[in-house]
């Protein structure tokens, strides 16, 4: 009884993962999100510590 409970669980989560996971090109139709900009150079801060 305790396997049956297991393993009805473990298919009920596979199921759920697989229906609600959308990877790029799923079934939406919508655009794959696009790629992020890279940062720009910061420049180091000069601090003053000696007041």
Not at 21 to 32: A, K, L, M, V
Not at 38 to 46: G, N
């Amino acid at each position: 009884m305790r396997l049956i409970k297991i393993i009805s669980l473990l298919a009920i989560a596979a199921g759920s993962y697989s229906l609600t996971s959308c990877t790029p090109g799923c079934c939406t139709g919508e655009d794959p999100v696009p790629p992020l900009r890279p940062l720009p150079d910061f420049k180091a801060l000069e601090v003053d510590y000696s007041k």
